[in-house]
């Protein structure tokens, strides 16, 4: 083994431990440790052609990423086969975000839709107004969180977890199936949690906002600690209530009968649980989250104003991992998981005492994965592992309650498997080829090939260019391919679906700046068939799902990040994209051709405190409606958070305003609505003080 291997991963063991409990200050202690971790451990597994840190200057030094969802293992950001982006828990106080999709859409590429129910969200132009997040996979520590029914990935108040328990939000655009399979058509969403070291005692923090501000009141309590032999653990509990506010809906404003708006329906409250432990090398999590929203729109033709519409969805997730190094190059791990998934939805059609209708979805599965990762073949890095997933019980149910009529009654188990190979050759000096392929099966998808090209040119130690091929695939889902029913609103049977898959091409530009910047050109071409898309069958007015169409996809990314000393950091983006049926040349619905990001930290005041200035603009988007103008207008959107560090001696605060200029804009709605599109909120103020008892 070359000398400098040993040494770097003695020093990174060493940084890891012993600065971790020096005598420092804790800035500079924590800062430092983690700085010299991650420059040795890079060291340690850096070839020919990866990024040589040695030829860097310390300001780019401080900029080199560690990330782990591009390629199963940890590597530096200018390695991996994506243009990754990376959020911090620093940023997410720094912003005063509140939940997964306030995260993610401040990214490039990324965008939202909120219909008063669920979040979904869209990428480089690509969002089916009233789908779930089905084409991005979502996962908590490596656990897979889309569930096997509807395949959500979960971004809004209904995710598994509190966001204050977030350490950091890797998100790898691109075609992700070559190395997880079903889902990653559009990216991977990796969310990796707090250790309990990152807590150091009790925290207990409450949150409270206007009427129509994001999770409205939440308290939470948190306990993390790491003992003297390494272990660690923690425990987390957080509750959350918004009242929203009464909402008007001129679709449904009929004199005599209602004046178009919904009070007290737009509630959303939720509970969760968190824990997580680890010694040596083993890893053990657990979560669960409940949900109940009021539903205000009155979807599927549901009678308007009627406080019985709500949704309930309840998550649980336990997740255990080993990690074993078999010697200095060869790693092997393991893992075993089981999640749940229960959602109810209440449509209320005929006034009391007559009852509801109600949908009833019951899912729960375990699987496990084992991946091996090594170095031993010189130049090369390889990485070879195998999942099983069982989903022992899907289950749909609609009925009626009062009287109590079924109109489905579904069961079954399905399976998926999985077996995936990449490798990342070094074979020049300034070269990388990294390669994958996934072979999987499942009871909806038999026999699916992902393969991924990468070519990656390190052109100078400040210069990266990347050339990315991939295909990727999303099966249908249990509720695509079964559900139906003949009840008011409902939606037809076709078995006849078949997987979505999708061809990009991705040419990548990173330009390191010695004063602490780095740009970023991306340009891309999405291609997608067979793809499945829920609409109106004129025959007999119920939805159903086909395969419908081809899309293509040709844009441009933009972005640019600097940091400056002092603690001032900008990170902003620009994204143009042109989206289309390519059978009829029509504009996709919901997808804006323009969007703007800006994202601002900057020290006022004195030491600890910073102001986050967020903006964002959204280009009009066309509607599935056929309202004479079928269009929503374009937005510009701001939000500013003010945060203190350290208020008094383990006191935190931040106060935020979103929306600060009360734009008043709106997103399109989906085929169940009868309104073309759905406003969003307004001006809204939140307060925030957590304090650690340490």
């Known amino acids: 083994m ?105 990214l490039p590429g990324l965008y939202t839709n909120y219909d008063r129910n669920y979040t979904t969200l869209g990428a480089r132009g690509f969002l089916r107004a009233g789908d779930y997040d089905t084409r991005f996979l979502l996962l908590i520590d490596g656990f897979r969180a889309n569930d096997p029914i509807f395949d959500q990935a979960a971004v809004g108040t209904d995710a598994q977890l509190n966001v204050d328990l977030i350490e950091r939000v890797e998100y790898v655009p691109g075609a992700g199936s070559a190395v997880y399979g079903s889902n990653a058509l559009f990216g991977v969403i990796n969310v990796i949690t707090k250790r309990g070291r990152d807590i150091g005692g009790v925290q207990v923090s409450g949150f409270t906002g206007s009427p129509n501000a994001p999770n409205g009141r939440e308290g939470r309590v948190t306990w993390g600690q790491r003992a003297d032999n390494g272990a660690e653990w923690l425990l987390s509990a957080s509750m959350n209530d918004a009242p929203g506010r009464d909402l008007y809906f001129g679709e449904f404003n009929q004199p005599g009968v209602s004046d178009g708006v919904a009070r007290g329906m737009d509630f959303d409250r939720a509970r969760r649980l968190f824990a997580k432990g680890g010694f040596g090398e083993f890893g053990l999590s657990f979560g669960y989250a409940d949900r109940t929203k009021g539903v205000p729109t009155a979807p599927y033709d549901q009678s308007f104003n009627d406080p019985r519409s709500r949704t309930v ?65 010189e130049r090369h890095t390889v990485v070879v592992g195998a999942e099983l997933q ?199 619905s919901n997808s804006p051709r323009h969007m703007f990001k800006l994202n601002a930290t900057v020290p006022v005041w004195r030491e600890g405190w910073r102001a986050g200035v967020e903006a964002q603009y959204i280009s009009s988007r066309l509607t599935t409606s056929d309202a004479p103008l079928g269009r929503v207008g374009g937005y510009w959107i701001a939000n500013l958070t003010v945060a203190a560090a350290r208020l008094l001696p383990n006191l935190e605060m931040s106060a935020s305003i979103y929306n600060v200029f009360g734009r008043r804009y709106a997103d399109p709605a989906g085929p169940e609505l009868v309104q073309p599109s759905i406003r969003q909120d307004g001006r809204s103020l939140g307060v925030k003080f957590t304090y650690t008892f340490r």
């Open 313 to 377: 969805d309840t998550r649980y997730m336990v997740n255990g991992t080993w990690q074993h190094a078999l010697d200095e190059l060869t790693d092997v791990s393991a893992r075993l998981y089981w999640g749940r998934y229960v959602s109810e939805g209440d449509y209320a059609y005929n006034p009391p005492p007559a009852g509801i209708n109600r949908d009833a979805f019951d899912t729960a599965w375990y699987g496990t994965e084992l991946k091996l990762v090594t170095r031993r073949i």
């Open 390 to 588: 069982r989903d022992y019980r899907d289950a749909m149910r609609n009925f009626d309650t009062v009287p109590y009529v079924s109109y489905l009654d579904d069961h079954r188990s399905n399976h998926r498997m999985g077996l995936y190979l990449q490798d990342q050759f070094a074979f020049h000096p300034d070269w990388l080829l990294d390669s994958g392929l996934r072979y999987d099966h499942t009871s909806f998808a038999p026999g699916m090939l992902s393969p991924r090209v990468g070519l990656i040119w390190h052109a100078t130690p400040s210069t990266t260019v990347k050339a990315i091929y991939g295909m990727a695939y999303r099966a249908p889902n249990d509720y695509e391919l079964h559900y139906q029913t003949s009840a008011p609103g409902g939606e037809q049977l076709n078995s006849r679906l078949s997987a979505e898959r999708i061809r990009t091409y991705e040419a990548v530009l990173e330009q390191r700046v010695a004063a602490g910047g780095k740009a970023t050109v991306s340009v891309f071409q999405n291609n997608v068939s067979d793809l499945i898309s829920q609409s109106v069958d004129p025959n007999t007015g119920l939805l159903f799902f086909s395969n419908v169409a081809r899309v293509r996809t040709r844009g441009v990314e933009l972005g640019y990040e600097q940091r400056w000393p002092g603690g001032t950091r900008l990170r902003t983006s620009y994204s143009f994209q042109h989206s289309e049926d390519i059978d009829t040349g029509q504009t996709l």
């Open 2 to 106: 070359p000398p400098h291997v040993v040494i770097a991963r003695a020093l990174a063991r060493y940084c890891r431990t012993r600065l971790a409990v020096t005598p420092f200050a804790p800035g500079w202690r924590r800062g430092h440790a983690q700085m010299f971790a991650v420059l040795c451990t890079l060291l340690c597994s850096t070839s020919h052609a990866e990024t040589d840190l040695t030829e860097l200057p310390i300001e780019q030094l401080m900029q080199v990423q560690v990330v782990t969802g591009a390629s199963k293992y940890a590597q530096a950001s200018d390695d991996a086969p994506a243009n990754v982006s990376v959020i911090t828990a620093d940023d997410i106080k720094a912003h005063g975000w509140r939940t997964l999709a306030d995260i993610l859409r401040s």
